[in-house]
Antibody
Framework: QVQLQQWGAGLLKPSETLSLTCAVS????????YNWIRQPPGKGLEWIGE???????????????DYNPSLKSRVTISLDSSKKQVSLRLTSLAAADTAVYYC??????????????????????WGHGTPVTVSS | DIVMTQSPDSLAVSLGERATINCKSS????????????LAWYQQKPGQPPKLLIY???TRKSGVPDRFTGSGSGADFTLTISSLQAEDVAIYYC?????????FGGGTKVEIK
C-alpha cells in the first residue's frame, strides 16, 4: 500500500521560509512525478509544482521541475531518490500562504489495456496534509 | 492557464437520489499524443486529503463504487452519483492535467437533503 508521510514546521512568521518533506513508502519511487498542492482554509486546491522522476519522452527528463508561475520566484521542489523523499521550500512567507500543504503522486505512466499504451491518470496518492500558519 | 469552472457550488440531494456535478474547462483538455481527456475527479471529505475517483474523464479508479460515473469530452464534463449514500457527503473537485499548470475547479459541496 503506497503511503506518503509528510512533516515540517507548522507555525511560521512572515518573511520566513517553509520547509516540508514527504516520504514515499510501500511502492516504487521511480516512475512517478511528485507534486505539492495547497489548500487555504475553507478554499479550493492550488497546484504549487512538480518534480519528475519518470523517464518517458512525453514528460521530460527525470528530476526536472515545473512550478506554478504565480509562485515560481519563491518555490523550490527537490527529490532525494536514496531516501525516497520529496521536499518543498517556499520563501518570503506571507499570511496568504496559510494553508494545508499536500504532497501527491502523479501516475504518469499508467498502462491502459484498451489502447495498449501509457498515459497519465492524475494524482493517485496523497499525503495526509500539513497545516501551515503564517502569523506574526 | 486553463480555467476550470464547476457548477453548482453546492447541492443537497436525498438519500438514494441522483447528484450531478458539471465541470467546464476554458479550453479542450484532450491530450494530443494519446487522444485521452486529461480530466480527473476527486472527492474530499472533511479533514482528509482529496481522493482520486475518476481519470481520463470516465475511468473509475480501482475500488471506486460504480455509482460514480464520469462523462464528457473536450471541455464539458459531468460527474454523476447515481444513488447518493451517506458516505458520499463531501466536496468534489475536477482537475485538468493536460497542460501545465494543472488546475482545479472550485469544488462542489454535496450534502444530504
Amino acid at each position: 500500500q503506497v503511503q506518503l508521510q509528510q512533516w515540517g514546521a507548522g507555525l511560521l512568521k512572515p518573511s520566513e521560509t517553509l520547509s516540508l518533506t514527504c516520504a514515499v513508502s510501500g511502492g516504487s519511487f521511480r516512475g512517478y512525478n511528485y507534486n505539492w498542492i495547497r489548500q487555504p482554509p475553507g478554499k479550493g486546491l492550488e497546484w504549487i509544482g512538480e518534480v519528475k522522476y519518470s523517464g518517458t519522452w512525453e514528460i521530460g527528463q527525470s528530476g526536472s521541475v515545473d512550478y506554478n508561475p504565480s509562485l515560481k520566484s519563491r518555490v523550490t521542489i527537490s527529490l532525494d531518490s536514496s531516501k525516497k523523499q520529496v521536499s518543498l521550500r517556499l520563501t518570503s512567507l506571507a499570511a496568504a500562504d496559510t494553508a494545508v500543504y499536500y504532497c501527491a503522486r502523479s501516475n504518469v505512466e499508467f498502462y491502459d489495456d484498451l489502447s495498449r499504451s501509457y498515459a497519465s491518470i492524475g494524482l493517485d496518492y496523497w499525503g495526509h496534509g500539513t497545516p501551515v500558519t503564517v502569523s506574526s | 492557464d486553463i480555467v476550470m469552472t464547476q457548477s453548482p457550488d453546492s447541492l443537497a440531494v436525498s438519500l438514494g437520489e441522483r447528484a450531478t456535478i458539471n465541470c467546464k474547462s476554458s479550453q479542450s483538455v484532450l491530450f494530443g499524443s494519446n487522444n485521452k481527456n486529461y480530466l480527473a475527479w476527486y472527492q474530499q471529505k472533511p479533514g482528509q486529503p482529496p481522493k482520486l475517483l475518476i481519470y481520463w474523464a470516465s475511468t473509475r479508479k480501482s475500488g471506486v463504487p460504480d455509482r460514480f460515473t464520469g462523462s464528457g469530452s473536450g471541455a464539458d464534463f459531468t460527474l454523476t452519483i447515481s444513488s447518493l449514500q451517506a458516505e458520499d457527503v463531501a466536496i468534489y473537485y475536477c482537475q485538468q492535467y493536460s497542460s501545465t499548470p494543472p488546475t482545479f475547479g472550485g469544488g462542489t459541496k454535496v450534502e444530504i437533503k
